[in-house]
C-alpha cells in the first residue's frame, strides 16, 4: 500500500508542477510527460527508501 501512496503523490506534485511550468511556457499541458515524471519520482524514492537509506541506518 506504501507504494501506491507514493505514486500517487508523486503524480499529484508531477501534475501541478507540469501544469504550472507548461501554462508560463503557453505550451499544452502533456499528460503522458506528467506520468513519465511521477514514475521517475517514485523509483526514486524506492531506491532510496528500500535501499541507500535502509543500508545507512543498519551501520
Sequence with gaps: M???WS???A????CVISYVLTSMAGNSFSLTS???V???ITLGV???????LKG????
Design 2 to 4: 506504501r507504494f501506491f
Design 7 to 9: 505514486f500517487f503523490w
Design 11 to 14: 503524480f499529484l506534485i508531477s
Design 34 to 36: 506528467t506520468l513519465m
Design 38 to 40: 511521477a514514475v521517475i
Design 46 to 52: 524506492y531506491i532510496l527508501g528500500e535501499g541507500i
Design 56 to 59: 545507512e541506518a543498519e551501520h
